[in-house]
């Protein structure tokens, strides 16, 4: 038996024991000085993503775009926009990944183009044009067509329909007006989409982000979405303003969808490619997509349940359980606090203890079981930039610019800040020249440069041996060379038998017939807290802080919001 699970060991795919890294292109830096981060800068601080340790690097979209969503509204799959670089400048990329033993995700946006895509503008010049079909069009509500099909709404609870005055016909776009749904349910769309896909495998890609795939296929029959008692969406159903999204989200053609895609990749081999999912669900509804009785789906899905999930001991307890239950081996979830469409979560913390807390939040995310997602910025404790909603360039946006600040402020909290995420999108700070470094002309960036940058930046954070990118550096480094962290099961500790404040997880695996086993205990409280060690021959592996001795012959003493790691 344990010769067996020995052998499953070395059988494990590489991205189920890895940790992605995600660079938001416009904003990693920039080469040309321009304000606008491109390629060639981020080949240039590949070295610096290799040293902090993370295995995988996701990219944010830098297709051709008109950039109206930054580059989620595409205008060409196959070229690379000239506000990035060149296909010659992304070959290079991918060889400098390759070279650093790093692996490169890139972000596909298959529900919708940008309107500015040929396609589309053939698609809406006639009736009849070839490439009318490759997106969703429907005759108006009789009696005289000038009203939507149906009652769908598009993401931000508005109608999805627009109205198209030539050939008065009506298009579907489930996120902005700007971003036309494709229609997958002709063939010629999804042949080109999948040889697309093998476009981008041909040229060394590892994998792809899917970005909201479960929009992908809506109800073939048009039927109204039903009426529903939810105002908010919860963690149990995405319904909201009173309106279920029963044939526009996660129909089930979507998850057919996921497999037809998984097939694809999984043409090309040595190494393996995975994809992970962007989508809006329960935890059922995710797993679903990874494949219901057996994993031959999506390869992974961001759950995105963690980045709601409060600092106490009973939450986290009960996601993990949550976690275990949905995706146990050989499923795995995964972790994700922040990323390009909400608040940076070490904002949501009191100034007073945010890099502590952060801290306990990387080590978390780095020694649960699952697959963690490192947003940039978040290892140096990059701040949201609260900018003015006035000034805002997001085009989610746009729609409440007018509305009165006390009404803007209110959305932008029950939105967790997906209504102007400007804020989490400045520009990297490297260190304290005029333009933290990001560009090298002091001018204007894209967005502007977090005044604090002076003092939060790489460069401090290097030095500083006692900083949450050290904190995050020592833990991927721990992580990576501890089997039971990568790859092993997971144990969560009975409540009752440490304090209240303190979450407790063990880890395991069998490597060459030996139980390698880590003891993972965090304290969630802000205060000191010893309590008895039920394993005094465990030694310390990793602390949150530097300067912890957490252990003596009886007892753990853990600082306040202090993570500690152990081993037998
Ligand atoms: C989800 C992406 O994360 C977001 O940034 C984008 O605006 C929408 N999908 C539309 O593609």
Same mark, same amino acid.
Request: hydrophobic share 25%.
């Given at each position: 038996m344990v010769e067996k699970k020995n052998q499953d060991r070395k059988n494990i795919p590489w991205w189920k024991k890895t940790t992605i890294y995600q660079i938001y292109p416009r904003s990693f830096k920039d080469s040309t000085g321009n304000g606008i981060g491109d390629l060639r800068g981020i080949i240039s601080k590949l070295d610096y993503v290799k040293d902090l340790g993370v295995e995988t690097i996701w990219f944010s979209p830098f297709y051709s775009s008109p950039q109206a969503d930054f580059g989620y509204d595409i205008s060409d799959y196959q070229n690379i926009d000239p506000e990035y670089g060149t296909m010659d400048d992304f070959d290079d990329l991918v060889k400098n990944v390759h070279d650093r033993k790093m692996k490169i995700v890139l972000d596909l946006v298959l529900n919708h183009t940008s309107d500015q895509h040929n396609w589309f503008i053939e698609s809406k010049s006639s009736r009849d044009n070839p490439k009318r079909d490759w997106y969703v069009w429907k005759d108006g509500k009789k009696p005289n067509g000038k009203a939507p099909p149906n009652n769908w709404k598009a993401v931000l609870t508005d109608c999805g329909w627009h109205y198209d005055t030539k050939t008065d016909q009506w298009y579907w776009a489930y996120f902005l007006p700007f971003q036309p749904d494709l229609n997958y349910r002709n063939p010629e769309v999804k042949m080109h989409m999948m040889d697309m896909i093998r476009f981008w495998l041909r040229k060394g890609v590892d994998g792809f982000r899917l970005d909201i795939l479960g929009t992908v296929y809506e109800d073939p029959e048009f039927r109204n979405n039903p009426l529903s008692w939810k105002f908010f969406p919860t963690d149990d159903s995405m319904d909201v303003f009173f309106r279920s999204k029963k044939y526009t989200d996660n129909y089930p053609d979507n998850f057919e969808f996921a497999k037809e895609l998984r097939k694809v990749i999984d043409e090309f081999q040595n190494p393996p490619r995975f994809l992970i999912g962007e989508i809006s669900g329960t935890l059922e509804e995710l797993r679903n997509y990874c494949g219901k009785d057996s994993p031959d789906g999506l390869n992974l899905v961001f759950i995105f349940q963690s980045m709601r999930t409060k600092l106490k001991v009973k939450k986290f307890h009960r996601l993990i359980q949550e976690f275990e239950t949905y995706f146990p081996d050989p499923y795995i979830p995964t972790w994700v606090f &922040? +990323? =390009?469409? #909400?608040? %940076? =979560?070490? &904002? %949501? #913390? /009191?100034? /007073? +203890?945010a890099i502590e807390k952060s801290k306990l939040y990387s080590v978390l995310q780095l020694t649960v079981r699952g697959v963690p997602t490192i947003y940039y910025g978040e290892e140096i404790g990059m701040r949201q930039h609260f900018l003015p909603f006035e000034e805002s360039l997001d085009s989610v946006s746009l729609k409440f610019k007018k509305l009165p600040h006390l009404i803007q402020n209110f959305l932008l909290k029950i939105s967790d800040y997906g209504l102007n995420r400007d804020g989490c999108r400045t520009p990297m700070q490297w260190n304290m020249d005029e333009t933290a470094g990001f560009s090298p002309n002091p001018i204007d960036t894209w967005l502007p440069i977090n005044p604090n940058y002076k003092s939060i930046n790489v460069e401090n954070s290097i030095e500083d041996k006692d900083s949450l990118f050290c904190c995050y550096q020592r833990f991927l480094k721990l992580r990576k060379k501890t089997p039971a962290l990568n790859s092993g099961n997971i144990t969560l500790m009975n409540l009752k038998t440490i304090p209240k404040k303190v979450f407790g997880y063990t880890r395991s695996a069998i490597i060459d017939g030996n139980e390698q086993m880590v003891y993972v205990y965090l304290n969630f409280g802000n205060k000191i807290t010893t309590f008895h060690n039920p394993v005094p021959n465990s030694h310390l592996l990793s602390s949150t802080t530097i300067s912890s001795q957490p252990l003596n012959s009886q007892n753990i003493t853990l600082q306040p919001f202090e993570g500690i790691v152990l081993e037998k």
């Open positions: &922040s +990323n =390009h469409d #909400f608040l %940076r =979560h070490i &904002s %949501r #913390f /009191k100034e /007073k +203890n």
